[in-house]
């Protein structure tokens, strides 16, 4: 089929490369070929000062946390979303010196229980807290500045 993003290639045992398999062609294909399929990986802000890498995926929800059978917990998607760029981010500068950490940061909102919590995650220190925006501009700045001050030990 002419156009076809699937294109025909030959299965290659690198250690470099994955092959895929198409069930159209019945024929493998490298990861080269099929890239442009894949979306985007881009955080919403990343700070590095020194030796450490700080991702922030902000997020703006009416309910920030998720509720199964009366307990609250982190939107999964969201979580498995940061733990990924941290962790690609980690294997992209493969320095063991370099220390990448992730945040999720909600809107604060109305309800009773807000997101405010830290996990160590296969090596990885990820974040979960809320930047109330219903304040004067220096405040939030000086929300931001704490973040930044709690992770990467810069201050503003």
Same mark, same amino acid.
């Given at each position: 089929?002419?156009?076809?993003?699937?294109?025909?290639?030959?299965?290659?045992?690198?250690?470099?490369?994955?092959g895929l398999f $198409?069930?159209?062609?019945?024929? +493998?294909?490298?990861?080269?070929?099929?890239?442009? !399929?894949?979306?985007?990986?881009?955080?919403?802000?990343?700070?590095?000062?020194?030796?450490?890498? @700080?991702?922030?995926?902000?997020? =703006? =929800?009416?309910?920030? !946390?998720?509720?199964?059978?009366?307990?609250?917990?982190?939107?999964? *998607?969201?979580?498995?979303?940061? +733990?990924?760029?941290v962790k690609n981010?980690?294997?992209?500068?493969?320095?063991?010196?370099?220390?990448? $950490? *992730?945040?999720? @940061?909600?809107?604060?909102?109305?309800?009773?229980?807000?997101?405010?919590?830290?996990?160590?995650?296969?090596?990885?220190?990820? *974040?979960?807290?809320?930047?109330?925006?219903?304040?004067? +501009?220096?405040?939030i700045s000086a929300?931001?500045?704490?973040?930044?001050?709690?992770?990467? *030990?810069?201050?503003?």
């Amino acid at each position: 089929m002419a156009g076809d993003p699937l294109k025909k290639g030959r299965y290659t045992n690198y250690s470099n490369k994955i092959g895929l398999f $198409s069930n159209k062609t019945g024929n +493998f294909i490298s990861n080269d070929d099929v890239l442009e !399929m894949l979306p985007i990986m881009q955080s919403d802000v990343m700070l590095e000062y020194g030796n450490k890498v @700080l991702i922030i995926d902000a997020k =703006y =929800y009416t309910h920030n !946390m998720q509720v199964q059978y009366d307990a609250y917990s982190v939107h999964s *998607g969201n979580l498995y979303q940061i +733990f990924t760029y941290v962790k690609n981010k980690t294997a992209e500068l493969n320095d063991p010196e370099k220390t990448v $950490s *992730g945040m999720l @940061l909600y809107a604060k909102t109305d309800e009773m229980t807000q997101p405010s919590n830290t996990y160590r995650m296969s090596g990885n220190t990820i *974040g979960v807290g809320t930047l109330d925006l219903n304040c004067d +501009f220096s405040e939030i700045s000086a929300q931001l500045n704490s973040v930044a001050e709690r992770y990467l *030990g810069a201050s503003a």
